[in-house]
């Protein structure tokens, strides 16, 4: 493809790939809004009583950013063609990952977020079946019946435990402080599986049994590893090839490949990541300061230096001389090599 006609198709697409851009810029900001607005407690029961209060909020929020992830696709699709079409050596196969990442990571959003405020309103209805009973009736099964139990959580510092039997129900229980290595002892004597939950408090362990048991909700969660894979090689393939053919900064291409490596590491990356999108939207209609790096006009790769090399020709405004003759213009303004001829006074 010519240099014309790659100049040409990138302003076709360019405002398009802007506007989708800066609009997932706005939505995945306005979605995570929306999310703040609910209120955050590390309790399982808790958070699902606060989504069910907040459904409109949760169900507005998963969409919003979930659909803010999938428009990711058009702006990395325009980056990967652009440097695709300056390098060769660009994997073409590759551009499935500009597809992989945002969809799944969107598609994972979306169902995640439908799915727990499913399991939210489940919560607030059955909340009443799980009943307190004696301690001495949570012995008298352990002794007895241990098959009948799924699993036993203890609430140390609350001193309860929650017992999941194998029909799917729940019940809690009271224990004195000094009796907690007692039960603990007789559960695994028992064989009963049982885990620790020092902060929680009855009813988690049933919230986390809806939650255990919600069909979408294990599709969101199965999603979350491809996802995060997708946009991360994503992320790293697309800005480095980019940053290789000039058409990023240094800064700005390492920049974009650092946010996608984070997206496992901190829970703000997606924020950040939106808004690096944001102004790779306005950097592909000229609208940032210092406009575009020099390879977008010229259709052609020109690398950036390396530190302490001086920059290439081609990266470096056209000073090429002009063939032809030059001759010296008088400081007068007349023709070039003209004197002035005298004429005779005539009397």
Known sequence: ???????????????????????????????????TSIP????????????????????????????????????????????????????????????????????????????????????VERSGEEQSRPLSEFDR???????????????????????????????????????????IQDVDAAGIDNEDDADGAPPDAFAEGLLDDSGGVTVGSSLLFPALLGMIVAMVYVPLQALRAGLLTRFFGTLGMALGVSLILLPPAPVLLALWFGYLGLLVVARVPGGRPPAWEAGEAIPWPRPGEEPSPESEPSGEAIEGQATEVPAGGGQPGSQKRKRKRRR
Not at 154 to 178: I, M, N, R
């Open 1 to 35: 493809m010519g240099r014309e006609r790659i100049i040409e198709r990138e302003r076709r697409w360019a405002r398009p790939t802007a506007i989708a851009a800066v609009a997932a810029t706005a939505l995945i900001v306005i979605g995570l809004i929306f999310r």
């Open 40 to 123: 955050g407690d590390d309790q399982t029961a808790d958070q699902l009583q606060a989504f069910h209060d907040h459904a409109s909020a949760l169900s507005v929020s998963s969409v919003l950013t979930g659909i803010g992830f999938l428009l990711w696709t058009i702006p990395l699709l325009y980056l990967f063609r652009a440097a695709q079409a300056r390098n060769p050596r660009v994997q073409g196969a590759l551009v499935a990952f500009c597809f992989i990442g945002p969809v799944l990571f969107g598609a994972q959003g979306i169902v995640n977020g439908l799915a727990v405020s499913t399991v939210s309103s489940d919560f």
């Open 141 to 183: 099964q352990v002794a007895r019946d241990p098959r009948s139990i799924e699993k036993v959580t203890f609430h140390t510092d609350s001193d309860t435990l929650e017992v999941e039997q194998a029909d799917g129900s729940f019940y809690s229980t009271k224990f004195k402080p000094e009796a907690e290595d007692r039960l």
